[in-house]
């Protein structure tokens, strides 16, 4: 079937570092991407999307960046603070389907 | 605005009883999703309702699972009779408009022990 996956299951970095989390797609009828982060005990929110139409999408310290020649996408965080440290999915969506989510990349921040 | 609502957190209960969780999704929201999720299989859509009415329901693991959305304020999703491998985390979520692509916005999730 198809899935979304993770190039990593975990990331440490160091405050103020910026950090890159990866995830690679396998169906390239994927039209609409989204990032999600949770924090423990929560549930998932929202970050940020990007469409198919689009490469490159900013937000407040991130960046979403989308490869379709090679079904990759990734998210940059800015500055990493503590309050970053959470499981960040990457889910992905075609015509007629529902978002299917990746198992996610846990983000450590250290002080 | 109280966000969606679950309820209950947390719930442990023995193998072949019946559980009910609860949803109250975003009010003026008239998509409701169910999710599933375990460290083995991640974030599952389960079902979900679009205007009261189920839209897809292919992700339901089984007859054993049912989910019912009377009105637009309130869904369930039972499980009868439970069995240890239904021991996940199970998160409602709501979202405006038609479209999957409009922001859901999850509840705190409703974590699921069956012993």
């Known amino acids: 079937g198809e899935s979304v996956g993770l190039h990593l299951p975990t990331l440490s970095v160091q405050e103020g570092d910026n950090s890159i989390i990866n995830c690679a797609y396998s169906?390239?009828?994927?039209?609409?991407f989204i990032w999600y982060k949770q924090e423990s005990g929560k549930g998932p929110q929202f970050i940020i999307d990007?469409?198919?139409?689009?490469d490159k999408r900013q937000g407040q310290r991130v960046t979403v960046l989308l490869n379709k020649t090679v079904k990759h996408l990734s998210l940059q965080i800015a500055a990493t603070q503590p309050g970053d440290s959470a499981v960040y999915f990457c889910?992905?969506?075609?015509?007629?389907?529902?978002?299917?989510f990746g198992k996610g990349t846990t983000l450590s921040v250290s002080s | 605005d109280a966000g969606v609502i679950q309820s209950p957190r947390h719930e442990v209960t023995e193998m072949g009883q019946e559980v009910t969780l609860r949803c109250k999704p975003i009010?003026?929201?008239?998509?409701l999703f169910w999710y599933r999720q375990t460290m083995m299989r991640g974030l599952e859509l389960l079902i979900y309702?679009?205007?009261?009415?189920?839209?897809?329901d292919s992700g339901m693991p089984e007859d054993r699972f049912s989910a019912k959305m009377p009105n637009a304020s309130f869904s369930t999703l039972k499980i009868q009779p439970s069995e240890p491998r239904d021991s996940a985390v199970y998160f409602c979520?709501?979202?405006?408009?038609?479209?999957?692509?409009?922001?859901?916005?999850f509840g705190p999730g409703t974590r699921l022990t069956v012993l």
């Open positions: 979520a709501s979202s405006s408009g038609l479209a999957r692509k409009n922001e859901q916005f």
């Open positions: 169906n390239s009828a994927s039209d609409y």
């Open positions: 990007i469409r198919s139409n689009m």
């Open positions: 889910a992905e969506n075609w015509a007629g389907t529902a978002l299917i």
């Open positions: 009010s003026g929201h008239n998509s």
């Open positions: 309702f679009n205007n009261n009415v189920p839209i897809d």
